[in-house]
Nanobody
Framework: QVQLVESGGGLVQAGGSLRLSCAASGSILSINEMGWHRQAPGKQRETVASISSGSGTKYEDSVKGRFTISRDNAENTVYLQMNSLKPEDTAVYYC???????????????WGQGTQVTVSS
C-alpha cells in the first residue's frame, strides 16, 4: 500500500507564489526519482521538474528560474516551490515517484491524484 498525497494547490494572482507538497506513505523501502508534472486543458501532460535520489534536478525550460523542486527523504516528501506564477502555469499538477516497497525487488511508479493550480491574470 503506497499512496502519494498532494497539497498546496489553489488560486493565486499572476506574480504570486505557491508551494506544492507531495508526501508518500506506505510500506516504502526506498524512493528513487520524484517529479512534478502538469496538464492544462487541450495540452499534453508535461514534466515540470524532477529530482533524483541524489537531489540532482531538471526543469522544463519555461519554469527555470521560477520553480524549485526539492525533497525531504526523511519525510518521503517532494516539494515544488512556484514563484512568479503566470497564467500559463494554470494546470492540474501531479506528483510521481519511483518507489521500491518492502515486498518487492522492483521499483514501481506511483502517481498522486493531482492538484489544481489556477493563476489569474
Amino acid at each position: 500500500q503506497v499512496q502519494l498525497v498532494e497539497s498546496g494547490g489553489g488560486l493565486v494572482q499572476a506574480g504570486g507564489s505557491l508551494r506544492l507538497s507531495c508526501a508518500a506513505s506506505g510500506s516504502i523501502l526506498s524512493i528513487n526519482e520524484m517529479g512534478w508534472h502538469r496538464q492544462a486543458p487541450g495540452k499534453q501532460r508535461e514534466t515540470v521538474a524532477s529530482i533524483s535520489s541524489g537531489s540532482g534536478t531538471k526543469y522544463e525550460d519555461s519554469v527555470k528560474g521560477r520553480f524549485t523542486i526539492s525533497r525531504d527523504n526523511a519525510e518521503n516528501t517532494v516539494y515544488l516551490q512556484m514563484n512568479s506564477l503566470k497564467p500559463e502555469d494554470t494546470a492540474v499538477y501531479y506528483c510521481n515517484a519511483a518507489i521500491r516497497t518492502h515486498y518487492s525487488i522492483y521499483m514501481s511508479e506511483y502517481w498522486g491524484q493531482g492538484t489544481q493550480v489556477t493563476v489569474s491574470s
